[in-house]
């Protein structure tokens, strides 16, 4: 299994700009999440999805939008970037009791 | 509102013992995790408590008071290789937010030789 994979693994992107940053897991996990976190703060969660069809805000969820057409997928998008938005993202699932996390993609908005 | 307090930064020496605490307030509890990230990577799971007491893996044991709203993870025999951040997190809403976790800032580690 390749676990969590989540593409690019950086990018710059200048204001004003709109993305999407992929996220795919193989382990057929119905809970999915996007987490985002800045230097010296915790991870935030901007959004979850408990199965394909399915999404819900969370803690941070302006500024993005997201998808679950399938189980595997979950994508984020960022339609207007703001420097603000600048950060590394985590794309993460569920078994049970613990949540996986991809690699992260840090994204710079300049 | 959900809080979750944890020390910036410790440091220690190889071979000696850590503990790292965390406190946290919550509007529900269905669980604390315990979390490593090594700088530039993701986290990782270490432990996972939700009934009071200790649990050991290893060199990592993780405890919980959920009366205090309270949790330490301790770390024996350190290594070099356990400089990392340790994040505490709570899963609050349980079903409601698919188990969704609720971070710290975490507790940058540093273990020196």
């Known amino acids: 299994n390749a676990g969590v994979t989540q593409t690019p693994k950086f990018r710059i992107l200048k204001i004003g700009q709109s993305m999407t940053l992929q996220c795919t897991q193989d382990?057929?996990?119905?809970?999915m999440y996007w987490y985002r976190q800045d230097p010296g703060m915790g991870l935030k969660l901007i959004y979850y999805?408990?199965?394909?069809?399915?999404?819900d805000k969370g803690e941070v969820p302006n500024g993005y939008n997201v998808s679950r057409s399938t189980t595997e997928d979950f994508p984020l998008r960022l339609e207007l970037a703001a420097p603000s938005q600048t950060s590394v993202y985590f794309c993460?699932?569920?078994?049970?009791?613990?949540?996986?996390f991809g690699p992260g993609t840090r994204l710079t908005v300049l | 509102g959900q809080n979750i307090d944890q020390p910036t930064e410790m440091t220690a020496t190889e071979g000696a013992i850590v503990q790292i605490n965390c406190t946290y307030q919550?509007?529900?509890?269905?669980?604390l995790f315990w979390y490593q990230q090594h700088a530039g990577e993701a986290p990782t799971f270490l432990s996972y408590?939700?009934?009071?007491g200790l649990e050991e893996k290893g060199r990592f044991s993780s405890f919980l008071s959920r009366s205090k709203g309270y949790s330490y993870l301790l770390l024996k025999e350190l290594q070099m290789k356990d400089s990392a951040s340790y994040l505490c997190?709570?899963?609050?809403?349980?079903?409601?937010?698919?188990?969704?976790?609720?971070f710290g800032k975490g507790t940058t580690l540093s273990v020196s030789s």
């Open positions: 993460a699932s569920l078994a049970v009791d613990e949540q996986f």
């Open positions: 382990m057929n996990h119905n809970y």
């Open positions: 999805s408990v199965g394909a069809g399915i999404t």
């Open positions: 919550t509007s529900g509890f269905n669980g």
């Open positions: 408590n939700v009934l009071d």
């Open positions: 997190a709570v899963s609050p809403w349980g079903n409601q937010a698919g188990t969704a976790l609720i």
